[in-house]
């Protein structure tokens, strides 16, 4: 056992010298350490801790909603914000997709699931089922909308029905779709829409204050829609990632509406 | 200023320990839930609506 190595061990190390300007510098250096370490702990609560927050709303909303069903109790035509409508399922996201979609677009109501614009149609009914959903952290549910292709299906499941949607034709699709991509059978009945709705897309980027996107026919305000109303669905999210510049805006049409029967899932789920 | 801190805590070595977990404790706590929550509202990507 030799002592050599720590020869000062029992005797307190010199004072540094903590007043001063050397001390100044010294506070100054640690506090914008400090500083940097709180930055780095915000992205860390951005990217992490805000998804297992929203991971723990979204699963309350969704099992109240699930007991809803189950008991067929508390369910109006006009349903209180915050409260759950529906589920919304993306079967190109991967099985796992789904989320429940909530009354309303606050913060608070956006922190738990996508939210449904108060006053635009509800699933089924002719009109915009418009359903805006955050992309970044709160579990981004709508992380990867930029990803969605022409004729993918959007999945919605009510109380008592399964509404099967698919993403419009992209711009510059629509000239030749029944010849092109069209021709592909999941495209069926996901065409180019006929009359006031021709120059609805897939998908688009707007700014930010161009809230015509929800309207019942895309981009016509106040234009009375036709008595042969199409059942569109529209979801909204910031856009490019991490900014408010603009919003990515995909628009699908309904193509099929099945009953709920007791086990059965349609095959759009699974098939795509 | 940490070791400001340190020296104007009171008690032995181990108590001063157990006060600077408390503390750092007490700092994440309210950066987790007051200021971080605050600051996250006011990020530009919460904006996913339109209008």
Same mark, same amino acid.
């Given at each position: 056992?030799?002592?050599?190595?720590?020869? /000062?061990? !029992?005797?307190?190390?010199?004072?540094?010298? %903590?007043?001063?300007?050397?001390?100044?510098?010294?506070?100054?250096?640690?506090?914008?350490?400090?500083?940097?370490?709180?930055?780095?702990?915000?992205?860390?609560?951005?990217?992490?801790? /805000?998804?297992?927050?929203?991971?723990?709303? +979204?699963?309350?909303?969704?099992?109240?909603?699930?007991?809803?069903?189950?008991?067929?109790?508390?369910?109006?035509?006009?349903?209180?914000?915050? $409260?759950?409508?529906?589920?919304?399922?993306?079967?190109?996201? #991967?099985?796992?997709?789904?989320?429940?979609?909530?009354?309303?677009?606050?913060?608070?109501?956006?922190?738990?699931?996508?939210?449904?614009?108060?006053?635009?149609?509800?699933?089924?009914?002719? #009109?915009?089922?418009?359903?805006?959903?955050?992309?970044?952290?709160? %579990? $981004?549910?709508?992380? =990867?909308? !930029?990803?969605?292709? $022409?004729? =993918?299906?959007?999945?919605?499941? /009510?109380?008592? +029905?399964?509404?099967?949607?698919?993403?419009?034709?992209?711009?510059?699709?629509?000239?030749?779709? $029944?010849?092109?991509?069209?021709?592909? +059978?999941?495209?069926?009945?996901?065409?180019?829409?006929?009359?006031?709705?021709?120059?609805?897309?897939?998908?688009?980027?707007?700014?930010?204050?161009?809230?015509?996107?929800?309207?019942?026919?895309?981009?016509?305000?106040?234009?009375?829609?036709?008595? =042969?109303?199409?059942?569109?669905?529209?979801? /909204?999210?910031?856009?490019?990632?991490?900014?408010?510049?603009?919003?990515?805006?995909?628009?699908?049409? +309904?193509?099929?509406?099945?009953?709920?029967?007791?086990?059965?899932?349609?095959?759009?789920?699974?098939? %795509? | 200023?940490?070791?400001?801190?340190?020296?104007?805590?009171?008690?032995?070595?181990?108590?001063?320990?157990?006060?600077?977990?408390?503390?750092?404790?007490?700092?994440?706590?309210?950066?987790?839930?007051?200021?971080?929550?605050?600051?996250?509202?006011?990020?530009?990507?919460?904006?996913?609506?339109?209008?």
């Amino acid at each position: 056992m030799t002592h050599v190595l720590s020869p /000062t061990r !029992d005797v307190p190390p010199p004072r540094r010298p %903590g007043g001063g300007v050397l001390g100044v510098i010294r506070g100054v250096g640690e506090l914008l350490i400090t500083l940097g370490l709180v930055v780095l702990l915000f992205i860390f609560y951005e990217v992490y801790v /805000t998804d297992w927050l929203s991971a723990q709303k +979204q699963h309350q909303a969704t099992s109240t909603l699930d007991q809803q069903w189950r008991n067929q109790r508390g369910l109006t035509d006009r349903p209180i914000e915050g $409260s759950g409508i529906a589920k919304i399922y993306i079967p190109s996201f #991967g099985p796992d997709f789904v989320f429940t979609i909530l009354e309303g677009t606050t913060p608070d109501i956006l922190a738990v699931g996508p939210g449904h614009y108060v006053g635009t149609a509800m699933p089924g009914e002719p #009109g915009d089922f418009a359903v805006a959903g955050h992309r970044v952290g709160k %579990g $981004s549910p709508f992380n =990867d909308l !930029d990803l969605l292709a $022409s004729c =993918d299906s959007i999945v919605v499941e /009510t109380v008592n +029905q399964w509404f099967v949607y698919r993403v419009l034709p992209l711009k510059g699709e629509a000239a030749g779709w $029944s010849a092109g991509k069209g021709a592909s +059978q999941p495209c069926t009945g996901a065409g180019p829409l006929p009359g006031p709705y021709r120059d609805v897309v897939g998908k688009e980027v707007v700014l930010p204050a161009q809230t015509e996107v929800i309207a019942p026919i895309p981009g016509h305000p106040g234009v009375t829609p036709p008595a =042969d109303e199409a059942k569109l669905i529209t979801l /909204t999210t910031c856009h490019p990632q991490f900014s408010a510049r603009e919003r990515l805006i995909i628009h699908g049409v +309904q193509v099929a509406q099945y009953p709920k029967a007791a086990g059965e899932r349609p095959a759009e789920l699974t098939a %795509g | 200023m940490y070791s400001w801190i340190w020296r104007h805590l009171p008690g032995s070595r181990a108590v001063k320990t157990v006060e600077v977990l408390l503390l750092v404790i007490a700092v994440l706590a309210l950066l987790m839930f007051v200021v971080f929550p605050w600051a996250d509202a006011r990020l530009p990507f919460n904006n996913v609506t339109t209008g």
